[in-house]
T-cell receptor, first 113, second 114 residues
Framework: DQQVKQNSPSLSVQEGRISILNCDYTNSMFDYFLWYKKYPAEGPTFLISISSIKDKNEDGRFTVFLNKSAKHLSLHIVPSQPGDSAVYFCAASEINYGQNFVFGPGTRLSVLP | EAGVTQSPTHLIKTRGQQATLRCSPISGHTSVYWYQQALGLGLQFLLWYDEGEERNRGNFPPRFSGRQFPNYSSELNVNALELEDSALYLC?????????????FGPGTRLTVT
């Protein structure tokens, strides 16, 4: 039973356009969410986080949106660059379990020049 | 500042043997986490150590165990290896619990069981 889902295994976007990566969760107790990026042969790298008290958090080209009622979050990358090509994981945790994050299966983003 | 380091990079074992994987966290981080990423799957949470104590473990059999040393480095031991244990094992570290912090990952140890 997957608590964090990323239903698109892969996504291709043209350079300069917007990339939208989606993540859905089932556990209503999740209240803190993160996005990670992973290149081949490297560990995941933290990108951006959002707490459930917010519905948007922005950091440069990266914006995360949280829709609690829909149990959905999305990561927007604008403008997309070829260096953004990687696997993106969303992760969630609930306050009772502190740092115990549940990861989604990941979405492979390809930004085409 | 040095990141999370893991050793060895690659490990090849035969079925039934034991594997030991090592992780050194970022300086100042007291929490260490272990994840398994099998081929084609996401990160599966294995173990979480903080201040030398096991805080939580994922849905893995008891032959997956570990410990955290006084210097906050950590070991993951996998006993009685099975073929399906072949995976990338990632270690991550973060500041102490109490609030939520992002975790910083090492490059992983690729374990192959033949």
């Amino acid at each position: 039973d997957q608590q964090v889902k990323q239903n698109s295994p892969s996504l291709s976007v043209q350079e300069g356009r917007i990339s939208i990566l989606n993540c859905d969760y089932t556990n209503s107790m999740f209240d803190y969410f993160l996005w990670y990026k992973k290149y081949p042969a490297e560990g995941p790298t933290f990108l951006i986080s959002i707490s459930s008290i917010k519905d948007k958090n922005e950091d440069g080209r990266f914006t995360v949106f949280l829709n609690k009622s829909a149990k959905h979050l999305s990561l927007h990358i604008v403008p997309s660059q070829p260096g953004d090509s990687a696997v993106y994981f969303c992760a969630a945790s609930e306050i009772n379990y502190g740092q115990n994050f549940v990861f989604g299966p990941g979405t492979r983003l390809s930004v085409l020049p | 500042e040095a990141g999370v380091t893991q050793s060895p990079t690659h490990l090849i074992k035969t079925r039934g043997q034991q594997a030991t994987l090592r992780c050194s966290p970022i300086s100042g981080h007291t929490s260490v986490y272990w994840y398994q990423q099998a081929l084609g799957l996401g990160l599966q949470f294995l173990l979480w150590y903080d201040e030398g104590e096991e805080r939580n473990r994922g849905n893995f059999p008891p032959r997956f165990s570990g410990r955290q040393f006084p210097n906050y480095s950590s070991e993951l031991n996998v006993n009685a290896l099975e073929l399906e244990d072949s995976a990338l094992y990632l270690c991550a570290s973060s500041f102490t619990t109490g609030t939520r912090y992002e975790q910083y990952f090492g490059p992983g140890t690729r374990l192959t069981v033949t």
